[in-house]
Each structure stands twice: as structure tokens, then as C-alpha cells.
Nanobody
């Protein structure tokens, strides 16, 4: 069972930055992909950033130019650097790991970390 623990959330003023961390209980080096998602009250969970095993990244328009996903394989950790935060970025942020084995791809989620952007 893969366990993911997010950290780094909190209350921040508009325009400021936060860096989220996701530490995984096993090596992330060979994971098919890892991603950050968010869910605001009353809304569906949405992707904010993803990174594949080979390092390719993907961002929705809402995150392009402001958010950056990165990974430290040695520390089994994935980061989400968020700059120029807006009130609309307020949500619970979740980390997801996609693990490929002989039976297909299995997704694992962390419990989330709250990000609140408010003055």
C-alpha cells in the first residue's frame, strides 16, 4: 500500500507564494505519474499539475505560469510551488501517485492539505 502525506498548506495573502510537499512511502522513481489536484467547496476535484516518470509536466490554464511541479526522487517527494496566489486558489490540495504493475495502473491519494488565500 502506497501512502502519501501532504504538507505546506496554510493561510496566505493574495499575491504571495506557498510550496506544498508530498512525501511518499516508497520510491517514486518508477511511478508512472504524480500529480496535484485541488477541490474547493461545492466543486469537483480538478488537476492543477502533473509530472510523469520521464519528467514531462502538464498544467491546466488556471495554473500555467504560476504553479510548478517538481520531484526529488532521492527524497521520494513531489513539490508544488505556487506563486501569485489568488482567492480562487483556495481549496484542499491533494497529491496523487499512479503506480503501474502487471495488473495495470493503480492510483493512490493523500489526505490533502488546506490552502486558503485571503487578505
Amino acid at each position: 500500500q502506497v501512502q502519501l502525506v501532504e504538507s505546506g498548506g496554510g493561510l496566505v495573502q493574495p499575491g504571495r507564494s506557498l510550496r506544498l510537499s508530498c512525501t511518499v512511502s516508497q520510491s517514486i522513481r518508477s511511478m508512472a505519474a504524480m500529480g496535484w489536484y485541488r477541490q474547493a467547496p461545492g466543486k469537483e476535484r480538478e488537476l492543477v499539475a502533473a509530472i510523469t516518470r520521464t519528467g514531462s509536466t502538464n498544467y491546466p490554464d488556471s495554473a500555467k505560469g504560476r504553479f510548478t511541479i517538481s520531484r526529488d526522487n532521492a527524497k521520494n517527494t513531489v513539490f508544488l510551488q505556487m506563486n501569485s496566489l489568488k482567492p480562487d486558489d483556495t481549496a484542499v490540495y491533494y497529491c496523487k501517485a499512479d503506480v503501474r504493475d502487471w495488473n495495470g495502473i493503480h492510483s493512490y491519494w493523500g489526505q490533502g492539505t488546506q490552502v486558503t488565500v485571503s487578505s
